[in-house]
């Protein structure tokens, strides 16, 4: 099993190309903002629970998406390995996610972290707030503060995936195929 993290701020293509390269490399594609989503569209008492802290974009409790990770890792079978979508967020999730996966005799294999301008983010998810009905991309200030977000509680982890010599920037601007070229030769130097 080879286990990857696709990292980038909000907009900077996470979810658009997992869904590429897991089909591409038989990974499961491991989504948490994708679950809790569906929590909140199946009407569940978590998802009423979680819906105000992500319409703010701010970050649900650590353990609530372990949880869900856990869960589902233990429910796949038969593929290549895991491509974790932001999950995780925070250094608590990172080593979190390192205990439940060296349990099982796995790690994680690589980081591929998307860069993009911060313009471009905000331009990507304006954009998408047309179709995606996605409350946290209606308002500006929720765009900015996920942004904000992400530099405070996120983005430390790079410097500890880095010091463990997993870290993999690559270039996120340009179209959705050259960013998927990109990332598609990463992932062929492990597979
Ligand atoms: P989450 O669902 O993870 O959202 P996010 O990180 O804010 O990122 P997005 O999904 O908005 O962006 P993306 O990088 O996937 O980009 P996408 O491919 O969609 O989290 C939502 C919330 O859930 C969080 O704020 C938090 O509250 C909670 N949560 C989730 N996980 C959590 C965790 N682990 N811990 C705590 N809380 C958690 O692309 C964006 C748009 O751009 C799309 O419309 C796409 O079509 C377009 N696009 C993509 N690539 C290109 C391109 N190359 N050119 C032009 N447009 C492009
Ligand atoms: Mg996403």
Redesign the pocket.
């Known amino acids: 099993m080879i286990n990857f993290l696709i990292f980038?701020p909000?907009?900077?293509?996470?979810?658009?190309?997992s869904v590429k390269l897991a089909g591409k490399f038989n990974l499961r594609h491991l989504?948490?903002?994708?679950m809790?989503?569906a929590e909140i569209t199946a009407g569940t008492e978590l998802g009423g629970k979680m819906s105000s802290?992500?319409s703010k974009?701010?970050?649900?409790p650590?353990e609530v998406?372990i949880e869900m990770i856990a869960a589902k890792i233990d429910s796949t079978k038969g593929v290549a390995g895991f491509l974790f979508?932001?999950?995780?967020?925070?250094v608590a999730?990172t080593e979190e996610l390192e205990k439940m996966l060296n349990a099982r005799g796995m790690k994680i294999d690589s980081m591929l972290v998307l860069d993009v301008d911060h313009d471009e983010l905000v331009k990507?998810?304006i954009?998408?707030a047309e179709q995606?009905g996605r409350p946290?991309?209606k308002d500006p200030v929720v765009i900015e503060n996920?942004i904000d977000v992400y530099k405070a509680k996120t983005e430390p982890i790079i410097d500890y995936c880095r010091k463990q010599g997993i870290y993999q920037p690559v270039n996120g601007m340009?179209?959705?195929d050259e960013?998927f070229g990109r990332l598609s030769r990463e992932m062929k130097k492990l597979i």
Do not use: C, W, Y
Request: no cysteine; glycine share 20%.
């Open positions: 980038g909000p907009g900077s293509g996470k979810g658009t190309q989504s948490t903002g994708d809790l989503r802290i992500m974009g701010e970050l649900v650590d998406v979508d932001g999950f995780p967020r925070t999730q990507r998810l954009a998408r995606s946290d991309d996920r340009g179209t959705i960013i």
